[in-house]
């Protein structure tokens, strides 16, 4: 086998062996990779004594799986499941197993290049194009304003990448056109959590998958997007046959083939089903009087509500409170005989599902991803499936959770907790707030008017921005919006407009890097070290084990050396270990907010750890007493 493969070559070949993988067999790094790679995974609790071996969590999605990482003369040559991790627990799929490969594609990106006259890329040296990027920017803002600029990455970004990109353009050029590719994917569950409880992301974790007696799949094809977490719920209904996997969903799935039940539903149809099980917790006198008492508030969704002088007046997008016997007569209209229709679900199912979350001798857990999140009325679905939780108090407790799962390897970490969106800063703090503006400005050193109070322009506005000229320069790292976006040939003709400057980031050519006026090659993975945050609330930190190829830089180097070159140096003056001089900042804004983080020493020596941390003990449950230190 060649050294070097090509992606569509790597491609074919992991899929002849992904229904291994999908089940949970090690296999040996040569099918990835090719004999010249060196050692085989090991099969023990022995990592080959060849390879110098590292920790770092897997690259691709929001599971965050520990992965041992094996290199030799600068490169990544094995990769193993890390066994001390409390993720997966030394089993990877196919995606980690993918890692070495991924590095060394024969189209990998090496070299900066920048748009010549005639319209093709030349390649160019790191000086001339971070003058450049830097020049541009700095045109755009002394002519067009702050609204004029742009930043578009992902939730592959690392945690240093956003916060410093968030940094730059609130602090530095005081705009607040941050976005990052989670719009897309996550803010149904991040709108849902916020609106419920306060604050974003799930209370529970992974521990609940072992602990529950039914787990219900609420459009969610987790054998496929998420086989090691569905593989633990595997084993733990081969050790307790009672055990019962409810799918449910528009459409069948692999998924299906391992479900207990499929309960499949008309598109949209999930909304009245969920209020049908409401309806019949609540009409059986199933629901938890004291804990609804004790610890629920009802409000209806948001209404127009006027307030404010004759001159002055104004309405407001607010929720409304409601009693529960509102709340109860609301649900009339759900009977289950009456949802049938709408939800396209049985009567009878919906009364079967109903007594999966009324019995209290029964542990639930609702998992989704992108079957809720991308729905039409994703925060609606995802209040509503957490309500069947409150209601029955069948919450915050090992077994007993609503848990929205994600798709990218940080689009918790680097997107949600470090807000990277136009409207949020880290922790769970909003532009629109003068007090959290006011804690924002004093921690990076610029006056609180230097951070505007109105949020940008969100992920779709922003490409529309583009298109009218609006945004004028846009820097897109980590991500591919020219595949990702709707409507691509409205935004690929923005790009392509005169007065437009596009520069992109990336380890290999797409089609957003064709639009690129600059091309930057950057360093993936452990060609430089990071922290990514998973879906459980888990940090964790890899440092570099590989040397990155030709002129690849990290991407947060990248945008901190054009913030330099723009007279922003002040607020990037770290040292040459600047990645923890970066954390050891951020995490400013995490303590006493809930979302508190550990020191930096104590992530390069932990297999992650759950936010909040506080006095060096990692929170597994939020919202428990005793627990939770910010009940």
Excluded at 3 to 12: L, P
Excluded at 188 to 211: C, H, K, Q, R, W
Excluded at 294 to 309: A, N, P, S
Excluded at 424 to 437: F, G, I, K, W
Aim: charged share 25%; aromatic share 10%; net charge positive.
């Amino acid at each position: 086998m060649k050294n070097k493969v090509d992606r569509r070559e790597f491609m074919a070949r992991a899929g002849q062996i992904g229904l291994g993988a999908l089940a949970g067999h090690f296999l040996p790094v040569e099918m990835l990779w090719g004999r010249e790679a060196g050692a085989k995974i090991p099969t023990g609790p022995g990592l080959d004594p060849r390879l110098t071996w590292t920790k770092a969590p897997c690259r691709f999605c929001g599971v965050g799986c520990g992965v041992m990482v094996g290199t030799k003369a600068g490169k990544v040559k094995a990769v193993a499941g890390d066994e001390l991790s409390p993720v997966n627990r030394g089993l990877l799929c196919i995606k980690g197993y993918s890692l070495p490969a991924i590095l060394y594609g024969e189209d990998r990106l090496l070299y900066l290049q920048i748009r010549a006259t005639n319209g093709k890329l030349r390649r160019a040296t790191w000086e001339e194009a971070l003058d450049l990027v830097a020049a541009k920017y700095k045109e755009t803002l002394e002519k067009h304003g702050p609204n004029a600029v742009g930043i578009y990455g992902s939730g592959q970004w690392t945690i240093s990448d956003g916060y410093v990109a968030s940094k730059w353009f609130r602090a530095g050029m005081g705009s607040n056109n941050v976005e990052a590719n989670a719009r897309l994917c996550m803010s149904s569950a991040v709108t849902g959590f916020i609106s419920n409880f306060g604050m974003d992301e799930p209370m529970g974790n992974y521990d609940d998958l072992e602990a529950a007696d039914v787990l219900v799949l609420w459009g969610n094809n987790m054998a496929e997007m998420h086989p090691v977490l569905f593989s633990r719920i595997l084993e733990s209904r081969r050790q307790r046959p009672s055990v019962k996997i409810i799918e449910m969903g528009t459409r069948r799935t692999p998924t299906t083939d391992f479900a207990d039940q499929f309960i499949g539903f008309t598109p949209n149809g999930d909304l009245a089903l969920a209020n049908a099980v409401a309806r019949l917790i609540i009409e059986g006198g199933r629901y938890d009087k004291q804990f609804v008492e004790k610890h629920t508030v009802f409000r209806r969704g948001l209404e127009k509500i006027g307030y404010g002088l004759e001159d002055n007046f104004q309405f407001e997008d607010k929720p409304t409170p409601m009693t529960f016997d509102e709340y109860r007569a609301w649900l009339a209209d759900y009977a289950p005989e009456k949802a049938a229709k709408p939800s396209g679900v049985p009567t009878e199912t919906i009364r079967q599902l109903a007594e999966y979350y009324a019995d209290p001798k029964v542990k639930v857990v609702s998992l989704w991803c992108m079957g809720m999140n991308q729905h039409v009325r994703g925060t609606w679905i995802n209040n509503l499936v957490t309500n069947l939780h409150l209601l029955t108090g069948k919450i915050s407790k090992p077994g007993n959770n609503p848990f929205s799962l994600t798709g990218q390897p940080s689009a918790c970490g680097s997107v949600r907790e470090v807000g990277t969106l136009c409207h949020r800063l880290p922790a769970d703090m909003l532009v629109t707030n003068l007090e959290h503006r006011k804690i924002a400005a004093e921690i990076w050193g610029v006056p609180v008017e230097k951070i505007p109070p109105k949020p940008g322009y969100n992920t779709v506005e922003m490409f529309r921005a583009l298109d009218r000229g609006d945004i004028r320069c846009l820097w897109i790292q980590v991500t591919n919006p020219m595949v990702t976006m709707p409507n691509l040939n409205r935004y690929r003709k923005a790009a392509e407009k005169e007065g437009r400057f596009i520069v992109v980031s990336d380890v290999y050519p797409t089609p957003t890097t064709e639009i690129a006026d600059v091309l930057l090659p950057s360093a993936m993975w452990v060609e430089r070290s990071g922290m990514f945050g998973n879906s459980e609330r888990r940090t964790q930190h890899w440092a570099q084990a590989a040397t990155p190829p030709g002129e690849a830089k990290p991407d947060v180097w990248q945008l901190m050396e054009v913030a330099r070159r723009m007279g922003y140096g002040k607020l990037f003056a770290y040292g040459p270990d600047y990645e923890r001089e970066i954390f050891q900042e951020y995490r400013k804004f995490t303590l006493g907010h809930g979302h508190d983080l550990a020191s930096y020493d104590a992530y390069t020596k932990e297999r992650g750890l759950r936010w909040p941390v506080v006095n060096g003990k990692e929170t597994a449950y939020r919202y428990i007493e005793g627990q939770d230190p910010y009940v």
